[in-house]
Structures are given as structure tokens and as C-alpha cells.
């Protein structure tokens, strides 16, 4: 079944994606399958995430964006870990809009990412829809043997850390919908961080050696904090006065009534692709030093605590939180 | 965003598919990657296929089948590169049909093909989609370092051989639609048969010790062949008359004018999940000795020959083949 425009299974996978292939462990994208040598010392980690239209992107969002968008939010989960990516698997569920041009978009876009992040393309399927288009990825990367890092192991006493700025994602799924009046280059950077994040993979040789637990924000900072929270079966105090915004973030807060309504928005908004996680009071030292070094964001939010859940506090009151974040059905 | 009929994500998992996780590798699905140990002596083998309601199964086929038919076809790569499965990890694209009850038995599915295949969900992601349902899984496999079974390895005089029948996955797809008139029995059967695929993860073992190239057949059996041709830079001969039928097929040819068209259509037809593949001719007698033990259907269909591309004859005559298979834009 030729796709639209032309543009079929084969065209795809030999014109837009072979070269985008792993050189020996993708095959050429002719084999069906990647295969991968081990590496004794250390253990693979995979994850894998799935995008759709509609739902974590917008039908208007160009195809190199939502390329880019699906390694991303693979690589964060990575990121979070502690792991190094090397490698992708990809399955592309085409809608009638993605012709060749879109197609091409979406395979520079991945090139692109490639590139920033030293990965390749291992594999995978393309296949079409008449629905929206979706896509997923299965991103595999390297830790350490036995040292990946877990949601388990936050303990009593631990800090509880953010690396960048949270509430972003959602106040840029908001201006790519119309439903913000802020300045024009706010308007345009947040869209622009809502279809291209910044996963914190140059984080994540900090977040190995210094991280008790650690999650990655997608679901929403104050939700991905209650399963940190229940996995290691601790509780967790954090302050809103201590989210850290950007500028974008201060300036849509100050335009509304109630500033604590907002940052519990921001809080539970998702979408943010930031690393949370707790660490040793011992450790801040090193982690503050090494995210100077790579001029990245990393706040203090609260402390771990015996007990269960997450408690948020703003003015020293207690915040009832209805709703910690967003969960894709 | 909660899921239709109260099926939410975190229901989905931790109710649905925590107990299909692997007990150590898939960490409880609490924490959005799988970490496999490097196993010294062995590739890492994966594939990652998709399938789409209205493309690759049948708006009114129930979802415990199409979680086996997601399952199935992904071993069917594994097991034409002579690779032991162990493991995947699943996205999961539910459109509005799939409430609490269809998710449930997607998940009966999934545990009764795991059961089989000795394998475990390791991880993944569920989403919603107001389109079409669709699903993907990758799937891990280990194979000897160094030995999986590419589609190039084929050589001047290999034999070309075929596992199980060809063409009732083509025969399947017409009966499920209502598009033939065979006995009830034969009816069901091939129903099942396109539903549910048999791959022959049984024998992966012999492929391993005995192909020289192996594919599975997915998109047609000659258009698998030219995969291999291509591939391995070489031509193959084959002949129609040595298609291994199923009852089925055969009453079906016999019903209609033109034998020849009948058994060109299943031999390019698709979705029958055997493998073909090429070996030595002095392995012909440990790969019969193989198949018989598995009570397994094993035919030689040709030969492989210099040049390039698939020749098919039928009666001594070369037969023009205008399609050779099936793809999914």
C-alpha cells in the first residue's frame, strides 16, 4: 500500500532513515533487526515513550519539531537514570498529512538530534494510519554495571532537587494554543520549549554519582515527586516559593490574581522533561559545582521526611494539591 | 487525562501489566526504563514492528488476539535471525474503543503468549488516541555472538526453503472480511490463522546452525526473497508448484478459474509469519531431521543462482509478477 504523496514504506526506510542508521548495529535498516554487542561492565538501560497528535503535540507542529520532541522525552528518561544514550528504535504511524516533505522534516530532525546527542538510528517500523499520526521510540543507552538510578532510593534527610526551570512545558502548550498574551519573544521561546524541551543528558554523569532517587518531569513536578516518593517509601516536603521559574513563568504570574493558584499550576503543569531528584545533604556540594560548570539551573526544593506523599508548602501553610499532573490515558 | 471508561495510565500499568513484568529487569513498570545486565557471549537482538486497527487488524478483532498478533510478529523476526526471545517493551495507542474491559483482555493476551514464548514485558508507555487503536512492541532476543542470520549470507547453489504453509495469512485477511466462501471450519481457521500467527520461534535453533540467510515472511514470500536477493547480491529461483499449501488454500484454488493467479496472489500475499530462507545443500538433511522432530512443514522451493531479483516459474514457464508483496506506507 503506496503511502500519500508517494511516499512508501520502502522510499521512507531506504531514502530518509537508512542514513541515519547506526553504521555495523543498524544494518543498513535491511535486516529486520539491530544487533548489539554486549558490554560487559556495564547494562543497558531502555525506555520507551509514544507521541501523538493532538495529545503531546499539536497538529500544526512541524515534523521536525515533533521528531526531535519524541528523542527528547525518550533521552530524558534516560537522562534521569544516569545513562549515556547511544541508540534509537523508531515506529513511525503515518497520517495522511505526513507526504514526502513531511517525511524528509521529520527524518532532519531526527539527523539533527543525532548529531547533539551521539546517537543513531538502530531500527524500527513505519507504517500508515488514517487517524492522527503518532510515533514511538525505544531509546537504549549505557550505565555502569548495577548503578543506574532509581525512584527507590530517596532516604530520610536526603535534599530534593530540580535541575532548570519548571512550569515551562505547560505555559508552552498553552501559547502554542492561543491561550497566552505575553510578549511576542516570550510567546515564541515557550512554544518553542513546549515542541523541542531540553532533556538534561549533560546532567545525568552528576545525577550517577551523586543521586539517591531521580525521575524526570513529564507528568508533572509534584506527581513525579509522589512516585519518587511511594517507590522509595518516604515522604517529600517541598516549598512553592522554591519552583524555579523563568522569566516567562514570573511575568504570567504577576498578570494573575492569585500568584499560588499559579505556581500550582506550574507545579503539576508536566511536560517539563527537567530532572527531580533527592541526593545526600553531602552531595549538594558537588552537584551545585558541577551544574555551575554546565551553566544549568539547579534548585533546592525541599527535603525528604519519614511518612508518605508529597506535602506543599507556600508561606509556611500547607497547599491542597487535586491534581499532581497530567497522566496520558 | 483520564482514559475512557475510567482507564486511566496508571490503572493500565500498574493494575493491568505490572504483573506481566519481567520480576527484576522491568523494576515493577514504577520506573519508566528497563536495565538488562550485558550477557558476555552474546548479540542483543531487536526488532520493533507496529500495528494499526484497520490496517493490520480488524476494527472488530478482539484485543487479547491482537496483543498475541503484536507479540507473534515481532518473534517472527527474531526467530528468521535464529534468535532467543526474552523480553519486550510495549506502546500501547488506545482509541476510544478501548475501555477497562478491552484492556483487560489486550492484557489476558499478552499473558498467555508470554507463557509460551517464556518471555516479559520490560517497560513501555500507554497513551490515548482519539484515532484508530495502534501498538508497538520491540522485542529482545539473544543470539551466540557474531552468529545472528542476516538476509545476506546467501550463496550460488543454497537450497531456498520455506517453513509451514504460505498464503492462509493473506486467506485469513479475505476470510475476516467476508470475502470467501469456504467451509465454516476452514473459515474459522484461517480467521485464527491471520489473527493469531504462529512464528516459528521453534525453529530458530536450526536456522541458526544451518541458514546461510533467513527472513520472515511478512510483507509476501517473493517479496521477502528479493529482500535476500538484494541483500546478499544474488538471484533466486523458484517454483510455484512447490508452494506448500494449506487444505484451505488448495480448496480454494480448486474453487477458482485460473490456478496459476491463485497461487501467484498467495505468493505474495503477506502476513504468514513462516520464514524462508536460504542454506548449503549439504545442510538440507539436518534442517528435514529438524523439522520433523518439531512436526514442523518444511519445503524447498528453489534455488539460489547468479544474477539478481526473484525468478518464478510455474510449469517450466517464467510467471511476470507485477507485485511481489504487500507494505505498509
Not at 157 to 180: E, H, M, N, P, Y
Not at 258 to 285: H, M, N, S, W
Request: contains cysteine.
Amino acid at each position: 500500500m503506496p503511502g500519500p504523496g508517494g511516499a512508501g514504506e520502502f522510499d521512507t526506510i531506504h531514502r530518509l532513515f537508512a542514513p541515519l542508521a547506526h553504521p555495523e548495529w543498524g544494518r543498513g535498516l535491511r535486516d529486520d533487526v539491530a544487533v548489539l554487542p554486549s558490554r560487559p561492565g556495564y547494562d543497558l538501560v531502555l525506555t520507551k515513550d509514544a507521541i501523538v497528535e493532538g495529545v503531546h503535540f499539536l497538529p500544526g507542529d512541524p515534523l521536525d519539531s515533533v521528531a526531535r520532541k519524541l528523542l527528547r522525552v525518550n533521552l530524558s528518561d534516560l537522562a534521569a537514570k544516569g545513562a549515556t544514550p547511544f541508540g534509537y528504535l523508531l515506529a513511525c504511524h503515518w497520517s495522511p498529512r505526513c507526504g514526502w516533505g513531511e517525511r524528509e522534516a521529520f527524518a532532519q530532525g531526527l539527523g539533527v538530534d543525532q548529531k547533539l546527542f551521539g546517537i543513531s538510528l538502530l531500527g524500527g517500523d513505519t507504517v500508515s494510519t488514517p487517524g492522527p499520526a503518532s510515533f514511538s521510540a525505544t531509546m537504549l543507552g549505557w550505565v555502569p554495571k548495577g548503578r543506574a538510578v532509581s525512584r527507590t532510593g530517596a532516604a530520610v534527610g536526603d535534599f530534593v532537587f530540580s535541575t532548570g526551570v519548571i512550569g515551562d512545558g505547560w505555559l508552552g502548550l498553552q501559547a502554542a494554543k492561543g491561550l497566552l498574551s505575553l510578549g511576542d519573544d516570550r510567546h515564541a521561546a515557550l512554544i518553542e520549549h513546549y515542541r523541542v524541551p531540553s532533556p538534561r543528558c549533560e546532567f545525568a554523569e552528576a545525577i550517577l554519582q551523586s543521586a539517591s532517587a531521580s525521575a524526570d518531569v513529564s507528568d508533572g513536578l509534584i506527581a513525579d515527586l509522589q512516585h519518587i516518593a511511594a517507590a522509595s517509601g518516604i515522604g517529600v516536603e517541598i516549598d512553592l516559593e522554591r519552583l524555579p521559574l523563568s522569566a516567562a513563568a514570573h511575568a504570567w504570574q504577576e498578570s494573575r490574581a492569585d500568584a499560588e493558584a499559579c505556581l500550582v499550576r506550574l507545579a503539576t503543569g508536566g511536560d517539563d522533561y527537567e530532572i527531580v531528584f533527592t541526593a545526600r545533604p553531602a552531595q549538594e556540594k558537588n552537584l551545585r559545582r558541577e551544574a555551575e560548570h554546565l551553566h544549568l539551573r539547579l534548585s533546592t526544593l525541599g527535603r525528604v521526611v519519614s511518612g508518605q506523599g508529597v506535602t506543599v508548602r507556600h508561606g509556611g501553610r500547607v497547599v491542597v494539591i487535586e491534581k499532581a499532573g497530567w497522566t496520558h490515558g
